[in-house]
Structure formats: C-alpha cells, structure tokens
C-alpha cells in the first residue's frame, strides 16, 4: 500500500512490519512573493488531495512520515523550509526506505546557466539560483540518501503562459513570464533526471508535460490535470488485478487520461466553434495544446507506488430521469438500464410504479434543483477528486405547436408540458452539466420545423455546459430514435467510455443514413461532457492474468474434449440487439427496487452463445443455451463485452459446475458489490 520496491514481495513486507519507512514530501505554491511570477489556482489543493490519496493507498505501512508544504499548510513552502525537509529525508532515511516526492508550481529556467529551477514561494525572478530550488541540487540531495527507491513527480512546466476562452478556463504552469527571454525547453531537466535515473534501478520521475508544453489546471477539475489524475490512479483506477498500483502502470494510466481529457475538450471546442460559424459568429475559440505526461526512468526496478485501497468514498453526481410518455417500451427501459450502469447514473423512470405521467413536473423539478446539495458535497474541502454534477433528461412525447410561440410535449395520459416551464427549470440548474434528449414524434413534415425552435428556446448557458440532442420521428416508426440511441451506445467500450461529442458524430452518421434530421447544440462548456464516463476496472485486466495462467491448462482440457467428444461451442457478437432483448425490468421508481434502480449492471454489448445442438449443452447440469444467453448479456451489461469470454472460459475450465456456482464465478467478475449481488440474485430467480 505504499511506493516501493524493485519488484519484490521483502519490500512490501517490511513496509507492512514497520521495517522499512515511507516518506513522502509534498510541496505546492500557489502565490509568489515575486510580483513577475504569476499566481497559480490549484498547488495546494493538489497538494491536500494527494496526501489523502496517498493516506488512503498506504494505510497498511505503520511507519511513515508525510512533510506537506503549501499556502495553506503550517509550513510554508520556501525555500528555507523545503531545504530544512530535504535534510531531514536525506540523513535520516535507510537503505530500504522509500521517498516520494511530488511538486506542484511553476518551473524556469536559469538564463545564464541554463539549470532548471522549480520556483518556491519566495523565489525571485531575478535571482533563481539563489532563492529557487535547482533541479542539479535537488537531484544531488536525493543521491545523498540511502533509500534505493525514490519517486520524484513534478507537475510544473517550463513554456508561455496562455489563456483561452477569454481568460476563464485553463491555465497554464509555466516559467515564461511577461518581460523575459527565457528558452521554453525542458530538455535541461530531463537531461539531469536522465543521469540521476541511470544511478539507480530504484529512481523514477513523472513529468506532467513535455518539452514546449504547458501543464495545464483546469477549475472544473479542481486541480492540475496531470495530479488530478495521478491521484484517481492512486485511488485505485491505476490498480493491476492484484490491487497494486506500480510506478509504471501509473504512468501509463496518468498519460492516457491527460491526453483524453485535453482531447476531448478540443472535440468539443470544434462543435462549439462549428456552430459559431453557422450563425455567422468568426470568433472562435481556440485549441488546448497537448499536454503529454513523461517518464524518466533506467533499469528494471519495479517501483510500487500503493495499493487500492479497500474502501473508497463514493459520491455519485450523475443523475438522470427517463420519461416516456408514449408506450413504455422496452427499448426506452433498456435505455435506462444502460444509462443506470454503463452511464453512471441515478435514474428514475416514468411512468413508474408509485409515480405517473402526471408527477412530471415534480420529477424533472427535483432533477434540476437536485445540484444545490450536490454541489455542496462536490466542493467539500476534504472532498478528493471533483466530480462535476451532471443532469440527463431524456423526454418522449408528441409535440403540439400552439399560438403565441408555446408548445406543448404530450404525454400518452394527456399530461402537458410546456415548452417554457420546461426551459425555466433547466435554467435553474445553472451548477450542473445538462444532457437533454427530446424524442419527438410528430403527426406531419409541418411539425418536422418546431423542433428547431424546441433547441433554440431550451439553450441556457450552465456553469459546466449543456447539451441538447433531438429527433422527431413518425408515429409508424415510433421507436427509431430510441432504438438507435441504443444501438450506438451498446456498441461503445464502457470501460473506455464516450463523449457527447464523438456520441453525437455518430449519431449524425446514423441518422443521416436513415433520412432523419438530428438537431444538437452544445453551449460554451466548461468541462468534459460525457455520456458513458468509462470505468476504468480491472476486469480485463483480471482475465488476461488468468488467460496466461490458464492457457495450457485449457489446451489440455481441450485436447480431452477431443478424445471424450465433448462439445464444442461456436461464440458469436450478437448482431441484433433486439432480437432477444432482456425481460422487462420492474420500474425504476417502485420501492421494493429502489436498490436494483442504483445497482443496475453497465451495458456495453450485447453478446450471445449458439450451441451446435442442443443436446450437446445438456453436458453442463442445469444449464441450458437460453440460461447461458440470460447470463452473458446480464454480465455485459456489468463489464462490457468480454462477457462472452469469461462465460467462455468458465464453462471450458469447469465442465460440471453446477448452475448455483456458475452465476457465483461469473458475479465475482463485476466490480461493483452491489451489482453483483442483485446480478446473483436475477439470475438465481429465473
């Protein structure tokens, strides 16, 4: 549970006794006492939540000592303090201890000695050297220590400052400052990180960004991009299947996360400049550059960085509410089992058990005003990683143009409602990111034209962006939209997730091809919108380990299936989704359910498994082809396609496994406790 170790168990276990200590020293600075250095928003905050995440990861190690210095801490961070730490590290750690330790501000460069300087809270622009904290000097206290194993994580970067979207997103952690010449490079420092690395198997350093980038802090996050990540990594999405998080397997997730998110941001500034140019507006917002996290690393060591910690605080801040209010259709259900699991979300589905069509007002009135508390709890202090409230509406209904610019979505019992009343409440809902989905059905080509005046008048700029999507279909083709919602979001990787951007690109390319108008907008967003957020499991890769383990083992077994005749399976994607849809599930509101309505398993793909007779699956006692159906799509619904193959390979490792211990195996591979239980207890009630 804590950073250590060239590769071996002894490191862990002398973690664990209290043989071996763990130090860990965090420095972040946000103000500057030097006026040409800009202030920065997050350091201490970066500071604090890595602390905790590191508390939480090294829980197990009884001996360990964290030194913090930042603005808001009792030891400030100057430069007389972090040297005064330093010291104290480097004389008094043993060869078996480890030291971590992270920085978080801006970096420069020396102009006349070209040495790399991270700058303190009283460095001066004039005279780094002397009052910043040089990159050789740092590197030659730590190859004074006796600890063999040393991570050094530097969130800072040596290139221009740079604003966009009017000087309200992110900014950048930079060296150049107004008035100065300095050389935006970054090559002196890896330069130097390059020799300490090459000293020692035990050394590693994690960069934020490259040379000539910017690490960028974004205020939807809360934090650097680069540390809010490295602090999810270490909260456990960074894990191996064995629950630890190695320095390199950080890294890699650190790196594709920075690189997502900045990406992402970028997709979505593209649709938002697009739609700028479709009225006319030339001001377009520009791209993010890239931020690409490094490594600097020699040898063959394996350095632990922690372990997942066995309990982790979850705050769920994705809620949504599916209304159909024309036939209660299973397509709109499954809809909501895959926003409820792969989406990440707390759904309640109308009309429902307890609620009718006529409570809709109230619903999408809690819905809307659920961010006041939420938001509360999202910006906590003691709050580790940020998660941005995020509201889906999803609404089916005919529409009905009325005088005076007012029109009316209608519901299959005769509940009305309006177009403004609608728009009232999302504007209330200013903390929060909005998905609004407007499944429309319309009478004749007339009515086609108000679902554009249905996306202009619902527009309203929230804090963290808002993104309406809608269709209108004909009442001899009911479901099609929906149906295609469904398909597209089927058929994305959950655990890599989907951003409304790319969802909507697709989306465009479907109904296109079906001669159906989509109409979107997004607004100036402040954040990252997605509609599958990923989950970043460990499921696959729990099943390449036992893949690999288990890969001789099966070919013996399938040898013997040879000689005994025993079956052989044909496993196949199941082209159409709908051919053999999952029984109805009961509605999202009704109270004996209200735990399935927040354990409902993610759904990625729906995958089937064809028997060459049906006889042959009579070898398994007790289960039969349709059973095996049942379970396959019931688990991908948890963990995504790889369903099959671990149904598969279950089936193949134990030939008479009895029905009960079948769906046990197959629960031990969702995640989440508490969809397993209720995956077992569906599929024991069938």
Known sequence: MCPLGIGSSDSTTILKTGEAKLWILLVGVNEYQDQNLPSLRYPALDCQGLGEALSKATQGFPNKEVIVHHDFAAQSPTLQMIRGSLQKIVSQSKSQDTILLYFSGHGMLEPNTQQSVLCLADTHQDNLLGTGLGMQNLLQMLGASSANQQLLCLDTCHSGDLRLLGGNRGSARDGNVPNTSLTPTTQVMMNALRQRAAQSKGFCALLSCDQGQKSWEFP??????????????????????????????????????????????????????????????????????????????????????????????????????VIDGLSNSKTTIELSRLFAGAGGFEVEYLPGQGKSLSEIRGTIQELTRWHNHSEIKSFSPSKI??????????????????????????????????????????????????????????????????????IEDLQCDTEYGQCLIAAATS?????????????????????????????????????????????????????????????????????????????????????????????????QHNENFFSNPPSPIPPFSSPEHSQMQKSFSRSNSDVRVSATKQSQLNFFPGIDANFITKCERELAYSIGPIAKFIVKDILQSHPQISLAEFISKLAKNIPETKQALEFERRMLSQ
Request: proline share 3%; hydrophobic share 35%.
């Open 475 to 571: 009442a001899n083709q009911p479901e099609l939209f929906s149906q295609t919602l469904l398909e597209t979001l089927v058929a994305a990787n959950s655990q890599a997730g989907l951003s409304i951007v790319k969802w909507i690109a697709q989306l465009q390319t479907f109904f296109q091809a079906k001669g159906i108008n989509l109409h979107v907008w997004l607004s100036g967003t402040q954040a990252v919108i997605d509609i599958l957020p990923g989950n970043i499991a460990t499921i696959f890769q729990d099943f390449q380990k036992s893949k690999e383990t288990e890969n001789e083992k099966n070919k013996q077994e399938d040898d013997a299936c040879v000689l005994l005749n025993k079956p052989d399976f044909k496993w």
């Open 385 to 454: 990683v940020r998660n941005i409230p995020t509201c889906l509406l999803y609404l089916r209904g005919r529409i009905e143009e009325i005088e005076h610019e007012e029109a009316w979505l209608v519901l299959g019992d005769g509940t009305r409602l309006s177009r403004s009343s609608l728009r009232q409440e999302l504007r209330r809902a200013q903390k929060t990111q909005q998905i609004i989905i407007l499944d429309l059905m319309i009478s004749d080509s007339s009515e086609a034209t108000s679902v554009e005046n249905w």
């Open 220 to 321: 939807e996050l809360g934090h650097g991009v680069f540390t809010y990540y490295l602090m999810r990594g270490i909260l456990g999405e960074a894990a191996d299947s064995y629950g630890m998080i190695e320095a390199d397997g950080l890294y890699k997730y650190v790196y594709r996360k920075t690189q997502q998110y900045i990406d992402k941001l970028n997709q979505q500034l593209r649709l938002i400049n697009q739609q700028k140019l479709n009225r006319g507006d030339h001001q377009l917002y520009p791209e993010y550059p890239q931020q690409t996290p490094k490594r600097i690393v020699e040898g063959v060591g394996e350095l632990i960085v922690g372990f997942k910690p066995t309990k982790v605080e979850s705050n769920k801040q994705r809620r949504a509410v």
